[in-house]
């Protein structure tokens, strides 16, 4: 399947317009209007130092080995960034979805060969064209159009697991993972291991997942920011609507893509913890700005702002800052409030009967 993707960066090496290039990033997104080439330059040339760096590091580590080993030294490594040369290796080795697709050889193809269920099909054929408009690898016009690999990726998830199915939200994760890994099948193990192992019930009917661990975050921010978890109640605003879309996205759309990238890396190799040290960061900035708000919608706003700018933009910098700003996070406390929210969401569903 490799070869049926395009290099976005020998695309551009190729072009006889070196502007066009200039308009996308190295993973076929269009730069805004109002993007700044110049600052961009500058914070790439220090990045691309670390990169060099990392990479020498990495190569040596891997030495040509697929598997991985989870240790204090790997997740050193996977923290300070994944180059993108073994990115796609990181994640499969890391999550435990190459050792799936080795187990299950042949069984993403036989899901594509197998009857489909027409619903299914027409809800995955409806969110096509609103994938990643601004990229233009998703394109029909583009030389190697990935709609036709994004469709056969959802469509072979939702009939490997049919509690599922599909769900908005899921094409987003699912054409990530085809611009990195430029493979269908790897890119379905690894929607299996996210959707399946990290982010167990993010995705099903009653989104209970997703629901517990917004309300986790608002335990977290109760307990760490507690200036804006005063402000979130005196204006009366629920946590689902400022945060849900970071959860469900897992921060795709939300903040820059580079970002998003070294986020996933600590998310395949740590799991799921990591979405509310993004979170907290953000917020623990951010307190003075959010806790000032005067109603509702200003801090809706001011949720909106702060995934914006040079703070979450120099993503070397904002990687380090996760682990630091927040203070301690252990998985025992996670646990815990999970549980106690979990407890309190299907209390609140099924109340006891009269």
Known sequence: MENHFNDQSRECSASSDNNDC???DQYGFERSEDF??????ELMAEYLAVLTRRSKKWSKLLQGTVKVEKNLKVKRYVRKGVPCEHRTQIWMAASGAQ???????GYYHSLLKAEHDPKIEETILADM???FPDNIQFRDS????????????LLGYGHHNKDVGYCQGMNFIAGYLLIITKDEEKSFWLMDALLGKILPDYYTSTMLGLKMDQEVLGELVRMKVPAVWQAMNRHNV????VVSRWFICLYIDILPVETVLRIWDCLFYEGSKILFRVALTLIGHHQ???SQAQSLPEICERFKQITHGEYVEDCHSFMQKIFMEPGGLSTETITKLRKMCRNRITSADNPPSQ
Do not use: G
């Open 288 to 290: 003075n700005l959010i």
């Open 36 to 41: 700044s080439y110049e600052s961009n330059e």
């Open 99 to 105: 050792d799936q697709l080795e187990r299950n050889p």
């Open 22 to 24: 200039k308009r996308v």
């Open 238 to 241: 629920m946590w689902t609507l």
């Open 142 to 153: 583009s030389q190697s159009c990935l709609q036709k690999a994004l469709f056969n990726v």
């Open 129 to 131: 064209h609103r994938t």
